[in-house]
T-cell receptor, first 111, second 113 residues
Framework: GENVEQHPSTLSVQEGDSAVIKCTYSDSASNYFPWYKQELGKGPQLIIDIRSNVGEKKDQRIAVTLNKTAKHFSLHITETQPEDSAVYFCAASSGNTPLVFGKGTRLSVIA | NAGVTQTPKFRILKIGQSMTLQCTQDMNHNYMYWYRQDPGMGLKLIYYSVGAGITDKGEVPNGYNVSRSTTEDFPLRLELAAPSQTSVYFC????????????FGSGTRLTVV
C-alpha cells in the first residue's frame, strides 16, 4: 500500500520568511496530493491540492509543487505570518482509495 | 450547513467499557471515514464507507466496528476499550470522489484508563 513520508517534523521560521515542507510517496499510481492545516483543537482543513497532471499550483502565499518522477511533492508558504502557525499534513491517494497521510509538520512562525 | 458533526468532544472510559462515537454530515457526501490521530503519528485510517450499507477496513481496524445505515451517519463503536485506544478520533466525509477533498469534524478526544 501507499506510504507517505513527511519532513521536517517541526519547523520554526521568522515572520516574513518562507517555509517549505516536503513529502515523498511510494505508490506510483497515486495521482492526488492534498495538504491540510490543523489548528489547535480543530480538525484538519484542506488548504491546497494538486493532481498528477499538474506540476505546480499556487494560491496567494501558498504553493505546491509535484515531481512525479521522483515521487515527491512540497508545500511552500511565503511571507509567513503568525496565523500560519499550525500542524500541516500532506496526503496521497490513487483513484478513489482513501487518503494516506504523512505524520505532520508543526510550523511555528516567530514574530 | 453544519458540515461534519462529532459527538462527544471528550470522553474518559475505563478499561473494558464500550462506547459509540457519533458522526453525522449534512452535505450528502457518499464517502465517510474514521481516522485516529496519535501524537507524532499523523492520521491513521480505521474504517471507511463509500455509501449506505457499505463499509471497509482501513489500516488499524482492530477493536473497532462501524455501520452505515444512512448517508448522513457513520458511528464508530469501541468494544472492550483498551489504553491503546486512547487517541483523538476524526470523522471525515467527501463527495463521490476522494479527490474532491475531505471535510473533517472537530474530533473526539478519548482517554481509556
Amino acid at each position: 500500500g501507499e506510504n507517505v513520508e513527511q519532513h521536517p517534523s517541526t519547523l520554526s521560521v521568522q515572520e516574513g520568511d518562507s517555509a517549505v515542507i516536503k513529502c515523498t510517496y511510494s505508490d506510483s499510481a497515486s495521482n492526488y496530493f492534498p495538504w491540510y492545516k490543523q489548528e489547535l483543537g480543530k480538525g484538519p482543513q484542506l488548504i491546497i491540492d494538486i493532481r498528477s497532471n499538474v506540476g505546480e499550483k499556487k494560491d496567494q502565499r501558498i504553493a505546491v509543487t509535484l515531481n512525479k518522477t521522483a515521487k515527491h511533492f512540497s508545500l511552500h508558504i511565503t511571507e509567513t505570518q503568525p496565523e500560519d502557525s499550525a500542524v500541516y499534513f500532506c496526503a496521497a491517494s490513487s483513484g478513489n482509495t482513501p487518503l494516506v497521510f504523512g505524520k505532520g509538520t508543526r510550523l511555528s512562525v516567530i514574530a | 450547513n453544519a458540515g461534519v458533526t462529532q459527538t462527544p468532544k471528550f470522553r474518559i472510559l475505563k478499561i473494558g467499557q464500550s462506547m459509540t462515537l457519533q458522526c453525522t454530515q449534512d452535505m450528502n457526501h457518499n464517502y465517510m471515514y474514521w481516522y485516529r490521530q496519535d501524537p507524532g503519528m499523523g492520521l491513521k485510517l480505521i474504517y471507511y464507507s463509500v455509501g449506505a450499507g457499505i463499509t471497509d477496513k482501513g489500516e488499524v481496524p482492530n477493536g473497532y466496528n462501524v455501520s452505515r445505515s444512512t448517508t448522513e451517519d457513520f458511528p464508530l463503536r469501541l468494544e472492550l476499550a483498551a489504553p491503546s485506544q486512547t487517541s483523538v478520533y476524526f470523522c471525515a466525509s467527501s463527495d463521490l470522489r476522494v479527490r474532491s477533498g475531505y471535510t473533517f469534524g472537530s474530533g473526539t478526544r478519548l482517554t481509556v484508563v
